[in-house]
């Protein structure tokens, strides 16, 4: 599926554009967000550790790591996974191949050869902090895109 990787980096640019635009939620805000019943302190703890490794391995990419997104195709409930691979690391960018197509699991063999593209036409470079949104869905993202893990060899 091609649109994913032209349509990431719009995404990225839009989401900059809307997060320097947002301002904290009131409390009112975000007491109509907030679930009925919090999950255990445990949970929080666990999700706030996935998150820190993820922006750490993020901020100190290595060439050979796959990104694992999670998207949402239009007008389904699935969840379908897309991955890019970094192939070349500079102080403040990282340059990604994309998958050449989806998967439905995020434990899909991303080691077969082609798995990847090469093509420099599908090659995408992210800043350090374009590559960190990806931790979030962003505002007005209708396909649900985040960054769910980071596999590392």
């Known amino acids: 599926m091609q649109i994913i990787p032209r349509l990431l980096p719009v995404l990225l640019a839009g989401a ?12 009112e805000q975000a007491a109509a967000t907030t679930p009925p019943e ?9 999700a706030a550790s996935a998150d820190t490794t993820l922006s750490a391995q993020l901020q100190n990419p290595k060439v050979g790591d796959v990104y694992v997104v999670q998207f949402q195709p239009r007008n389904t409930t699935e969840q379908r996974y897309y991955f890019y691979q970094v192939f070349a690391v500079r102080p403040n960018e990282v340059d990604l191949h994309p998958a050449k197509q989806e ?3 995020p ?14 036409s599908n090659m995408m ?3 350090r902090a374009e590559a960190r949104e990806l931790l979030q869905e962003q505002p007005g993202d209708v396909l649900h895109t985040r960054l769910i893990a980071v596999r590392r060899l």
Do not use: H, I, R, W
């Not at 809307?18 to 009131?26: A, F, G």
């Not at 919090?38 to 666990?46: F, M, W």
């Open 107 to 120: 434990q899909a063999d991303t080691s077969t050869p082609g798995f990847f593209s090469n093509d420099a």
């Open 103 to 105: 998967a439905k699991d």
């Open 38 to 46: 919090a999950p255990p302190a445990a949970t929080n703890t666990a």
């Open 125 to 127: 470079t992210y800043t």
């Open 16 to 27: 900059t554009l809307v997060s320097s635009c947002n301002s904290t939620p009131s409390s």
